[in-house]
């Protein structure tokens, strides 16, 4: 059945969050219509966790709650994304078919009385859950109030290999299609090493227990055999829905935190993109984290407009010290989502557990009742998302993509690599949040994708980096592009084995130079730089650490040079001129503030100007049809002001600018005149 | 058979410890007992791990040594506790009984080699452990010197929770004995949430390795359960010595440190209660921790006396660094046990051990032998326990009870808590050494517990606290108690589900105040209180981390408030008045030094006036029907003087007071006119 | 067949690596092999991980590559080290024998995709390694190129101890043999203790998991076993050449690096020692620890030239930060091997692998290639190594023994013991490192080996220490010896049963003490020391941390005294005349800094002169039937000059001294008139 429907119908945006009223008396129900009422809520994800209830025992079901329950939330004008339940196996699939559990690496199988899938790669598993979709569907398909099926939850948490007997025999599988011979798959693994090489496809193992470190090539095919596989239980679950239902499936991700999904894969499977998003407690600048994450979101999503599945009113529950949100911070974490694409903000979840793991996270109607603080600002966030309505269906583009690429990221961080404190993540952000203290709207994009659209390439942790995805990246800067590289990129092909001609081989041509050897720094060794660029005026040392390297120059040019460590007297940065493109290489590790000047060079030869904006004042547009939609949040304690912002502030409704007030803490959302140039139009 | 013994016979506290001659070649014991009497020693426990010895091959038995053993023993006029060996099963009974081992959360089962009882549950463990038990109380039931029966060893420890298949089995029964339908149990552990919901008793599991975190209420009734196996197995082994003997019988708890453990629930199972207690050696004042663990015994006991059953001449050799007793520290201990109620001061061992895992354990009679300074004050100390002889069945009582509930503390120490930081263990010391510190006696309390007898009511961890528990809280402040309660309490009921109305509800009415929502701190960060209580002058401020609350106030007036920190502004610290009494609420974590002028103005309130006392000079006093013995022990490096304390100093046998000088390091017992007033007589 | 063949033919040192050509096509080999001729390169090992290649499946063998290889080295005039490449068994024979795996303590067994020897109990490896060691033997037992076979690799890595079924069985004989009987296994483990003693043999388990610490006789005799096992592979490799072949069979050590196995035994057993060796990146004086392990290379040698097998040109790729080697460092490193009596300079490996666990291991030819840095430093270093030539077959001697008994460290280093503080691995270093600072050439010895050719004997770690040994020790400072002995040394006998008669007790005569009482200290206490010594001048105070002593004295002085911590006011450092020598006794622990005064003192009794040389000048004498060479590195930034050496400087062929210049970071050789007198003539 081909997917018709759409959603949301109408002009507005989406408010509310997983509602599980099933936990609940049946008079707490009419409480719970009523206050969403009051909240503004329209929109509610059920069912999620409640495979037991709808099928009690196998093949035995229970639909008559979920009937009064749908009946109840249509009457009350709250659409429903409907859950399939296949996060949660009940207690009787754990007993009836005990070796469906995963098995950890070492061996231990992970039962019931928790939550989480059990193996993806048993038939027993596979069954029971495309069936129990197919029965939710074939009965709610025309439900009026159903708008949309939530597939599952959070496909790869809380966990993601499985080494059960039934996952080996479907990764044999897996390998004879991926490979077709055995030669084939000795010939990428690189098996005549250590002597590993298969005679026949029964040899082959998953990346289990083993004396020493495990063949790499192996252990990243296991990554991508196990996102094919959750990838599979998603598709089969939607395909059972399809053959009931013409409106949109999604699932939602988890984005910048779950390693065992490639998001570019997954969500060309999705009818619509959803996230689950929850703030880094231990971070103080958590608010930096979630634009990446909402940014990643709408990159994947191919630009368009996203669901924010969930995230939390305040405090999480999961995390070491659960960091309360203070007053205003829902708000402006609620609204950053929405300034970068998303058109729903969603909760988990409704009203505070009592019991189970997670009775200490947040919610909307929290434990404390109405007359709490985090109450009061739902119902004031709901009036707020109502405001914005005409938001709905408009995007965000970008000057400036930052290479995000899910197999590197696989490979990069295993075992055995030059210093464990290179780690694909904490290059990501730092380069990210670099982009997002500039001012700068930053797209996520896969070194494989075409490119031509953006002023600026960053390519922070490129390791995995495939001879046609460097060729790519070469094209781009002949064509005019400014390329930004930091180190330990382009090592590796798509089997982890070290490109012909050394380390960084591919962007050799683009670069203008070679990597003789890998120089990691001691631990805790701090080495410094001198910053010579073009303009002598700006020149000043930097502080590095981690990493050095031994260069081997071309035609790059020198833009900073280490003054001291293993590498003193050679190239630090560099500087190369391709085509009609500049392609820049970092090799070392370079602190948020000292990239400041770095990227700034750059960004004069990519022909950017970054904003002027005070600092943690966060500015994205969202353009409609019709406007552009200034979202500005200020994250500081104190007054900002935007210059050049003139229209309607939405969220008061008043006229606005042209120097737009942003209140300490707070949040502007202006109606402007659409901007003419600027981004590409994607 | 009735228990009509009665132990220890005539008027003398007991002194010796574990005796384990079977280590030993036969002429070692003679001279065993010679030094035995040179130490004044008239009491052992022998047997303890002596199964195989005993019971070499299944169901053959080898009593001769045994009998030699005691009636050299009897023959010098030192009584027998007789131990059950059942803590050490021999090697054929894990040979000839494999699944009877336990098997740890992961599924590793533990097998021979160490020490540490097979599986509670297995039924040939059970069989095997009351039939030793049998045989050894119907052999010397009668034997003149055994004067007591020793069942097993440190209950709980070295393993506890079992998850082999016999627990699970069990597990299932005691399940069905505590919820009667599975209805009850699916309430009981909130089952809806996750979709976790049971349809047949034989699918409920342990909770073992889940993918996520497991239910916590399955989690809390597992270490109900796992308390109930071992008690189980005690009561059983008790049993059988009963059908032979009327002596009374005991076992060994570990107090303070041994989490799997119920100790209320023990105690009304033992005849007399017995303890073992080592210093944290990593714990510069580890003699409040020794304060704290002989309080908690003697509050087990019902106040009466108890035994010291194992401390420490000198190191232990399980902790990480084994830190050596200096000259008189191994007598201020014994005698700190005494002044808290010990009637007996015994020791883990009797002679040092050449082979096994407790070589490098002190004992009375070290390697070094009887030319060690170690040996010199072991004999010492005999002479002084000699002269306390009438000390002998005199109480202990306190006008402060500090609350401790093992079933809050299982609870509260699970995973998915707000805020790792935040552990019983922690603010359990820091308030009883605040207490200590100011020279108050403390017995330990249930909160279910009739605490009209005491002036004031500490509440350092009340997480799990029932409706009912709390309303005793209640009752006793509107009885004119005080009532002083640190954050975190009162959270969840007896299912570690929240209670209706929100955090604290059910103290709401005693504080009155409610907890909005918690606001734990980062890692490190501090908070800064304004402390202005009714007397100005003593206005200051607090330094406070961890944690701080949003609190809603109803009656409750404001004593401390943040000047800092997420609560910036409101209160910190509360005291509410309450029909007679008061009740304070500390909603942020104190240090031991800033607790000291919030629990002053408690003081206050409950018409404590904390005596004056040198700090770190500790004074207990315990009370004999026709005098009181004034226990003082001095910790520091310097002699000092206690006022108003007159009578005869018992350890050197000469008058005393009305200044009663305690030597550097010293110890001073001086039995007094008895006090009239003062603390309750319980 | 008595081994006949002598290697190296002719009078060069070896120079060359593993040589992996298997991994590359066949066109790669061609050039491998006129590289290695520019390189200087004489000597490659083969086929250490080639089982899978060389016998595809079980039974099939195919010879055909390893053919063409050793015809093309033998036709470039490159000598082979032929290995057999059982440290790698193929997929198919974990397929075929799943349980020849090895098991972890733990119970998981260990699979392929990795390398690492199966169950060296397991009779189906210990057939399928002697039948592919006996045909590889039989093949090319006549082979002109091949010189010398190589042994498997790296026996006890990447693991050692096994708890399989079949370790198990093999523990159990091995035991039957030691012991004889039951009671005597009982008696040496001490199983009185704890109730553990066995009535029938099949009752005896591996030391695996148990509830608390495991006995630590059977433990110590598990690692007894551990070794004797893979020994036990090694000699039946070994003896499968031999009825092929007579040329010397080696298998490469890992030196101070393996915990598994007693190189003394080893040493036994092969007819070249060969070691591998890599530095400790995180170690910043990481060249001592090269000294140290070539040290002991040699002296479990018996002082023979030995062959360093594997070393690396720059990085490895397991450490957590894999620091690459500076320009001049390998070479240095090299060097310092040939210095301390290797005749080969060999390296892990020829060419850097694309694939694979290690591909960013370096390598002499570096993925980088022959412009690198480190490619033309190979090409140097093996003209370095050419003009050394004559030194093949020169010894070096030394007046100090350090004493190294891994059976002592598998006792010392288990569970339960005083402090984690104190490992032997620490000791052994600071005493080794101060030695080296003050340039004096060590041995390593065992205890209880004929001591008498050495001035001085330093125990730093020798925790275990039978009455025999110490009988040794006590003869050799009779006989006018001088002996230094740090705490915790002769504490247990060979069944870590502590010595009858107290701590140190076989020590007593010789220190003229005994130990009282172990005094740890706490985690980071440090304590003062005043050290007395003869010549008043010299006083001074020391620092010392970890460790102190309640000590007897009998008839030791006192050269240092605690002025603080728990020890305060009593003997710290003592020396003791016994017979015609010294004893020292150091009763704490002092940094290598604080060690200096305390050797210099103990150097003046052995009559020992330190040279005089620059700090981090590293000088070693190899000595020749014509002449002596003097080897000095300067490790240091800056020229440095040695007076009174001259000569011929082979590096540059230039004549050399008096006062011999040796650049930064530089190495020379100088060809000297042989030196008499001096250290011993082993």
Redesign the interface.
Known sequence: MAVTGTWPTGRTLGYGGDY?P??WPRETWDEDVRLMREAGVNYVSVGI?????LE??EGEYDFAWMDELLDLLHANGIMVDLAT?TA?P???F??TYPDAR?V?H????????????ASPSHPAYQTAARNIASRIAERYADHPTVVMWHVHNEYGA??GEDFSDAAVAAWREWLRGRYGTLDALNEA??T?????????W????A????????????KLDYARFTDHQLRALFTAERDAIREHSDKPVTTNFMAAECPTTDLWAWAREVDVVSNDHYLT??D?RGHVGLALAADLTRSVAGGKPWILMEHSS??V??Q?????K?PGEMARNSLAHVARGADVVGFFQWR?????????H?AML????T????WREVVELGRQVGALAELQGSTVSADVALLWDTESFWAQDQE??????VRHKERVRAYYERLWRDGLTVDLAHPGQDLSGYRMVVAPASYLLTAEDAANLTRYVADGGTLVVSFFSGI?DA????H????AAPLREVLGL??????????GEEVTLAWSPGDAAEARTLAADVWAE?L?LDTAEIVARHLDG?AAGTAAITRNAHGAGHAWYVSTRLGIEDLAPVLRAAYADAGITPPEVAEDVEVVVRRGAEADYVVAINHTDAPATLPGVAGTELLAGVPAGPELKIPAGGVAVVRTAPRDGGGPDR
């Open positions: 599980n099933e936990q966790f409640s495979w037991v209830l009690p025992r339940p949660a009940p207690a009787w754990y007993a995963v950890t070492d061996g231990i199988a992970l039962g019931p009385g928790s939550r989480g899938a809380p966990v693994w690189g005549r090493f250590w002597g590993q090489v298969y005679g026949e029964e040899h082959v193992t990346p289990g227990p083993t004396p020493s470190t495990v063949n790499q090539a192996q407690a231990a103080p305040s405090a529950n999961w070491p010290r659960n960091i309360a203070r505070a557990s009592r019991y189970g793991a997670e009775k200490f947040s929290p434990h404390a009742g007359g709490s603080r985090v055995w690599r030059p210093s464990v404190d590796v089997h982890d084995a070290v012909p001609g050394g380390y070679g990597v003789d050897e890998f120089l990691p720094l001691r631990e031994d081997a293993p």
